[in-house]
């Protein structure tokens, strides 16, 4: 039988299995989406967030697991910037300096978002206090710098790199000297990177020879790749469980007629588990620390 939702604090929760999942789920006949939590032994989801007029996507946990980071898209599309909600849906508060701004990742601490916003034609990468003040630019380039992820100490940041030619490349960045390195190769199709808070590895999504988008994990200094699905189909938006022994991502979508599943796999390759199974498009899932 399938473990029943929970989502008060982190605390509140027993063994890794009982943190809850937030993602963003929208429909063919209801394009606009919103927030769902579902237990990573699967059953009945939680709707948090309700929006019949714009979009709230790209959930993060907060570390204590008391509330979640998203982006929230108004009217004709436009990004209205970063705003936090509570575990159970309520206290909405907007992260003020945010507007245009994707992407946010909760500090290890809990006090800092790291997210991309617009320069120009470009993003870079960001950090503010989770109340937008103190906002630095981290990153100074001509090309996308997207998805930031913190190291568990929170020393650096890892991210991803697009550049004018199409290629994408995981990227590394010190916080304390802004000394930035290259995590994967340059001519790379690499994104959506996410640091385990165990084990020293990055887990990400790469189109690779096989013309699919399959997950990845790659040490921080770039060592030790190795390809965690190969089915024909399109494996994105990873994210590590607590213990850092699985991951939970999203399969599937070639257009809106081709639903998006949630889906579970260790980091070897088993394991693979099917989490959401109706006819919706299911993204970005975050799992709480």
Known sequence: MAAPLTLGAAGDAGAAGDHPIVFARYTAAAPTEDLYAISPGGGTTVK??????????MPSWSPDGKRVAFVRYGAGGAIDGIWTISATGSDL????????ASDPAWSPDGKRLAYAKPVGTQREIYVADIDGTAAIRLTHTAEDDLHPTW??????LAFSRADAAGNSRLMKIRLSTLAQTA???PSSHDGTPDWASHGGRIAFSRVDASGFAHLYVVRPDGTGLHRVTSARSNDKYPSWSP???????TRGGTD????????????????????TKTGSHDLEADWRP
């Open 48 to 57: 948090l967030t309700h929006t019949s007029a714009v979009s709230d996507v």
């Open 93 to 100: 508060k907007a992260v003020p300096g945010t507007k245009g």
């Open 151 to 156: 190291s568990p100490d929170g020393k650096y």
């Open 183 to 185: 995590v994967t190769g």
């Open 243 to 249: 213990d850092g022994n699985t991951l939970v991502f």
């Open 256 to 275: 809106d007629a081709d639903p998006e599943h949630l889906y579970l796999v260790r980091a070897d390759g088993t394991a693979l588990t099917q989490l």
